[in-house]
């Protein structure tokens, strides 16, 4: 719709222009009509209209006047003069002015009003088209300048290699920059609620949103559920990471943490970013801030942990229960002084589980619950896991994993539990209450039978029941979201596609073909 303003002191050519403009098409919209110039531009300033057509000769205000004041304000206005024949000079400078053309009074004709407001809108629309393609173009150009320096970073980080020059040459790194290293809070429980591509899929979708939102600095993936940002490091920068971290946030529906580290010179990129890395390890003793500068660099120093895995082992040989409870909480103290890397302390729990419990538990449990202790995102929630470990296995006798039968009227109840429930909001909780073990023992009982985590075959089933309602009915794709368990028609429609290689839409029309 495009939007008109009229201006003449004679209210019988007013009426006559706004009868001649087809409103009722819904092409047009009439802003107002005015008597003079003075009047018209108090009004132009608020609504700035697309098409202005105004008489050359009026009191307080003329239509020259009125012409340069609006088009300083609106450049791409388009202006039609109505003029009397005694009027021509006025005109001409009217049309140097960049006027689309004029009508005279005598012989005003509606079909010639509807001619000039045509030929003024297929301009805008020409001008607005010449103007998206200039700013595709200047997208995809930048668009391009920030995926080189992407790939230029990747190289870095990968090689030991000089920096390329054109990165020194980007704005980023002229003046100082910062790296932060972020990844998704709470992915475990995550991929246990959605899957194991939902982290995948929200990191995408914080790339995407930066480059969406931020004209300055680069962002790309690392590992699934990490990303990597370099920002120009300004005066307030801590201010413009908090800022973007929380409009990610509040776009993607996520928790991010970061630490960060700056530097001065491309050349100390790499080694800023792996201190980036160890500010985000950080966040593994602490969670209270979000935003992690690189203060001291964790020990990699284990010789005290010879001592206690020494001492342990010796303890639990002699079946010194005082003595083993004496050096795991001396162990577990060490730990949370924080000198040491995630990695050491998450291998050293896994440790202490072995030599607690490696003559008495099945291997493949004891392997299963060390993965668990490794993906876990907190020193507070790996000593709770290890603790309630412990007193599970010291009261339990594990049935062995090398025959499955007694299981298996309990995992068919479950598999058709599951058929029966998958749309619903089903969870690992619900089903390890339904079966009256466990959470952690139904998801080992459920992957060693069926070979695919629990969450994972929900979503086959869902995909499944989604696959048919687009081949079978015309529900839009948000009602096959709905239908098929998804709650979120964004993520369904990107792990549809992560999964079948197509979209629903493409989907639907594949077989329809």
């Known amino acids: 719709m495009y939007k008109v303003m009229i201006v003449d002191d004679e209210p019988v050519i007013r009426y006559g222009l706004k009868a001649s403009i087809p409103l009722e098409n819904g092409m047009y919209e009439l802003t107002g009509a005015f008597a003079n110039g003075k009047e018209a531009l108090d009004h132009f300033k608020k609504h700035c209209p697309d098409i202005l057509i105004t008489d050359i000769k009026m009191p307080v205000m003329d239509g020259l006047e009125l012409a340069r004041h609006a088009l300083d304000i609106h450049p791409s206005l388009k202006i039609i003069f109505v003029s009397s024949y005694s009027d021509f000079d006025y005109v001409r400078e009217g049309l140097k002015l960049g006027a689309v053309d004029y009508l005279l009074k005598p ?4 079909e010639d009003l509807l001619k000039l407001l045509e030929k003024c809108t297929l301009l805008i629309e020409r001008e607005q088209k010449v103007q998206h393609d200039l700013d595709e173009h200047r ?5 391009l300048h920030r995926k ?4 230029e970073l990747k190289q870095m980080l990968a090689s030991k290699e000089n920096p390329a020059r054109s990165v020194k040459r980007n704005a980023v790194f002229q003046t100082g920059f910062v790296v932060a290293y972020g990844r998704i809070h709470k992915r475990k429980e995550l991929a246990e609620k959605y899957g194991y591509l939902f982290a995948g899929i929200k990191v995408e979708e914080v790339v995407d949103f930066f480059y969406r939102y931020f004209d300055q600095g680069t962002m790309f993936s ?4 990490d990303v990597v940002l370099v920002l120009p490091q300004t005066k307030g920068f801590e201010s413009d990471l908090e800022y973007v971290k929380n409009k990610l946030e509040e776009e993607t529906q996520i928790t991010l943490l970061f630490g960060y580290q700056t530097g001065e010179d491309v050349s100390q990129f790499s080694a800023c970013f792996y201190k980036a890395k160890e500010a985000c390890d950080g966040h593994f003793y602490d969670v209270s801030s979000e935003c992690y500068p690189y203060m001291a660099g964790f020990s990699d120093d284990e010789s005290k942990t010879y001592d206690y895995r020494a001492s342990l082992k010796e303890a639990v040989s002699e079946s010194d229960n005082m003595r083993t409870e004496l ?8 730990w949370e002084k924080g000198s040491a890397t995630p990695d050491i302390v998450k291998r050293e729990a896994g440790e202490m589980l072995s030599i607690l419990f490696h003559r008495k538990i099945d291997i493949p449990i004891l392997l299963q619950k060390m993965d668990e202790l490794i993906h876990t995102e907190t020193l507070e929630e ?10 599970q296995w010291e009261v339990e006798h594990p049935i062995s994993f090398d025959s499955l039968t007694s299981h298996q009227h309990l995992m068919e109840k479950a598999l058709h539990y599951i058929k029966q429930n998958y749309t619903s909001d089903l969870t690992l909780q619900k089903m390890a209450d339904y079966s009256y073990i466990s959470k952690n023992y139904f998801s080992l009982l459920f992957k060693k039978y069926m070979d695919q985590n629990f969450i994972d075959y929900v979503i086959s089933l869902r995909i499944k029941k ?3 309602l687009l081949t079978n009915t015309s529900l839009k794709v948000y009602e096959v979201a709905h239908k098929s368990g998804f709650n979120d028609v964004k993520y369904f429609s990107k792990l549809f596609k992560k999964l079948t290689g197509l979209s629903p839409v493409e989907f639907r029309e594949k077989v329809h073909q």
């Not at 012989?107 to 509606?110: I, K």
């Not at 997208?139 to 668009?143: A, D, H, I, R, S």
């Not at 690392?222 to 559920?225: D, E, Q, R």
């Open 107 to 110: 012989t005003l004709e509606p």
């Open 139 to 143: 997208e995809t150009q930048k668009g």
């Open 148 to 151: 080189e320096l992407e790939q």
């Open 222 to 225: 690392l590992y699934n559920s």
């Open 327 to 334: 050096v795991k909480e001396e162990w577990i103290k060490e």
């Open 382 to 391: 790996l000593k709770a896991l290890l603790h309630a470990t412990i007193v």
């Open 466 to 468: 989604a696959e048919d």
